[in-house]
């Protein structure tokens, strides 16, 4: 596997500043949702936006049940822990379906700015893209993705709106917080959850920050202008999300 993805990173230089990789570290759970064919990762590689409008509305319940069957067969091969730490936004609009399979579950919900989260997500795309075709339309992908996250952001304030009288299960988070002081989120992250905070994790985590600065790979360098997307005419679809959790810079 890490053969393959040195591969990739020879067709997609500087990738890893976006999103590092390797074939012993945590990845997305839409890995897991492509082998059902409703996965993001496809119209991240590919220009489908008709593929993706049709994952949007299909019915999930039985890829999210795919998907915990996926984690028990890891199980089932000996891989153990407290419990699974997962991630991924191709949660972020089937929150319920989430919850129906994995009723107990608790969600680390965090928030950017969209504006910027259309931006970084555009770049990544094209960078994906360029993998396979010459044909890259900058504009188009910022268009993609300001439809789609506009989509995505608020059907979950909705949800979440909905499954207030469980807010014991969700935790909110804003990326410059994580980026100031990821140690106290940490801290909070346990704490709202009712998880015990070692001190054998504490040094685990700070060691694993030390050997792995934010910059390590290089940077991630985007505008938002690139892709067409103005950072004042496009922000009202999201206005309702931005206030809801307090985004306003």
Not at 88 to 113: C, F, G, K, M
Not at 145 to 172: E, H, I, M, P, S
């Amino acid at each position: 596997m890490q053969k393959t993805l040195e591969q990739f990173f020879q067709l997609a230089p500087g990738f890893e500043a976006m999103h590092p990789m390797s074939a012993t570290s945590p990845e997305e759970c839409v890995a897991i949702f492509t082998q059902c064919f409703k996965s993001e990762q496809l119209q991240v590689q590919f220009n489908v936006p008709s593929y993706q409008a049709w994952v949007d509305e299909a019915e999930m319940r039985t890829t999210y049940e795919y998907h915990k069957r996926f984690l028990q067969h890891l199980q089932s091969g000996g891989v153990r822990g407290g419990r699974w730490v997962l991630k991924s936004p191709a949660h972020l609009n089937q929150i319920d379906t989430l919850l129906e399979v994995y009723p107990d579950a608790r969600i680390v919900h965090t928030h950017r700015d969209p504006i910027k989260v259309c931006a970084s997500i555009a770049s990544l795309t094209a960078m994906l893209r360029g993998a396979g075709t010459d044909h890259i339309d900058l504009h188009e992908i910022g268009r993609q993705q300001l439809v789609w996250w506009a989509k995505l952001v608020n059907v979950a304030l909705a949800q979440r709106k909905r499954f207030a009288d469980r807010d014991d299960q969700f935790f909110d988070v804003k990326l410059r917080e994580m980026v100031a002081d990821p140690i106290d989120v940490v801290r909070r992250l346990y704490s709202q959850f009712g998880f015990e905070l070692s001190d054998e994790v504490d040094v685990k985590m700070r060691h694993f920050m030390d050997r792995n600065p934010r910059d390590k790979h290089g940077s991630h360098t985007y505008m938002p202008e690139d892709f067409g997307i103005d950072p004042v005419r496009d922000r009202e679809p999201f206005e309702e999300y931005i206030e809801h959790f307090g985004l306003q810079e």
